[in-house]
């Protein structure tokens, strides 16, 4: 079943303020195999230094989720948002038309652990659009909570695309569900920390699994506690 991505096989780059992992293509990273995975165009997990970030700078048709794991964002953009996004929180920003905004580490001594998703928009050129909401996702365990969908709800984002973001605990020796809104939709589950058995294969933090539509799923068992983020995703959208 699917293809296993290994963490090494991330590109990984270090300037001291930022330290990244990136999935697919961007910035000084390129892999002209990786540079995507359907309308998931960017995945990157990210560490960034006390009181550094990214200066403001330019987006458009993009749905961009930001997730921080441990610590807090500082946001700002020309829709007049200002906001800080912290662990348990999820942010959506559809570019649209274009949008200029900047991202900090909100504390001045703490590392920001954060997720940064990229995904193409269903329909171009649409005003651009902010959400923020609180998930239970680091509350809860042994189930996926949805953090973004096509459609807004009281714990999640919505996003202008047929993706569904979920995020999630689990305990070791309990068996880990890939559940899909769509059949026609690819899966790709990144492991954020802990281990997992699928099958044969083990899978540690930074590793990555796809599964294509009509793929035979095999077992999954969580060996070490685990958080992971499973991402569903139209696979016909053009990178």
């Known amino acids: 079943m699917g293809e296993i991505v290994p963490n090494r096989a991330r590109g990984h780059v270090d300037f001291g303020w930022l330290r990244s992992a990136h999935s697919f293509s961007f910035g000084r990273y390129w892999n002209p195999d990786r540079m995507g995975f359907g309308a998931l165009r960017v995945l990157n997990e990210d560490w960034i230094q006390g009181g550094q970030g990214f200066a403001e700078h330019f987006h458009d048709n993009m749905e961009i989720v930001t997730i921080p794991l441990e610590g807090a964002v500082r946001h700002g953009d020309s829709m007049g948002t200002g906001s800080v996004i912290g662990a348990g929180e999820v942010q959506a920003m559809s570019a649209g038309t274009g949008v200029m905004h900047s991202e900090h580490n909100a504390s001045s001594e703490d590392i920001l652990h954060l997720l940064q998703i990229w995904i193409l928009p269903r329909v ?51 068996t880990l569900p890939i559940p899909s809104e769509r059949p026609e ?31 035979e799923m095999e077992a999954m068992e969580v060996l070490e506690d685990l958080t992971a983020v499973l991402l569903e995703v139209p696979l016909s959208a053009s990178v």
């Not at 996926?144 to 993706?163: N, T």
């Not at 790709?188 to 930074?206: K, T």
């Open 185 to 215: 939709n690819g899966r790709y589950l990144q492991i954020v920390s802990g281990a997992l058995q699928v099958g044969s294969r083990r899978l540690e933090g930074g590793d990555a699994l796809t599964v294509m539509p009509g793929e």
């Open 124 to 174: 171009r050129d649409r005003a651009p659009r902010y959400a923020q909401t609180r998930s239970p996702w680091k509350d809860v365990r042994d189930t996926w909570c949805v953090v973004a969908s096509p459609e807004a709800g009281s714990d999640w984002v919505q996003i202008e695309q047929d993706a569904w973001i979920r995020m999630g605990r689990f305990s070791a020796e309990t």
